[in-house]
């Protein structure tokens, strides 16, 4: 079984949110297969399905980001899964809008919500897709701590929105492709 994560904020005030990218990844994913997020495990909302002979779980954590680490690591010790078949979907500040990237392992680049699953998990040796929501514009410096907070919680505008539609389709075809042939042919064909 391989456990597919989508980062987000639970509850409609955060559902078209940019920090919510990897909510919106996954329901899309998840309409593509008609599965719905019908069970509650590990304080996430999960649902299992079976995609290209692959059994999946998907999950969307209820614990806010910043605290993903919990429901993460409780549902790959619950359900026995290698790391290398655990993939994190979520935002990234310094990719710009809409591009994504896919990595087999590394740091969290200052994501709180990856910094807990990475110390949650005890390593930082799992695949990730990072979905680009940008800076604010002709902001290329260090943001304050709360000028980040409040970019991240906030919406995409409609123009941006119509850049991310698209991206989101991408996605799934990238997490497709992880699937079939692995993290290393998923990075060549993404990146």
Excluded: W
Aim: charged letters at 20%; a positive charge.
């Amino acid at each position: 079984m391989k456990l597919i994560v989508g980062l987000g904020n639970p509850g409609k005030n955060y559902a078209h949110n940019r920090h919510n990218i990897g909510f919106q990844c996954l329901n899309y994913y998840a309409r593509l297969h008609s599965v719905h997020f019908d069970r509650r495990q590990c304080q996430a909302r999960v649902s299992i399905a079976q995609v290209r002979g692959e059994k999946l779980l998907l999950a969307r954590p209820g614990t806010f980001v910043n605290l993903s680490g919990k429901s993460v690591a409780c549902l790959v010790r619950k359900h026995k899964i290698p790391l290398s078949d655990l993939l994190v979907i979520y935002d990234e500040l310094d990719l710009p809008l809409g591009k994504i990237r896919l990595r087999q392992s590394g740091s969290s680049g200052g994501h709180k919500g990856m910094n807990s699953i990475i110390s949650a998990l005890g390593s930082e040796d799992f695949p990730r897709i990072r979905v680009g929501i940008g800076r604010p514009q002709g902001e290329k410096q260090a943001m304050s701590e709360d000028a980040v907070v409040s970019y991240v919680l906030s919406d995409f505008s409609p123009e941006e929105a119509a850049i991310i539609k698209p991206v989101i389709a991408k996605v799934a075809e990238a997490i497709d492709c992880f699937l079939a042939q692995g993290i290393n042919a998923a990075m060549n064909k993404f990146n």
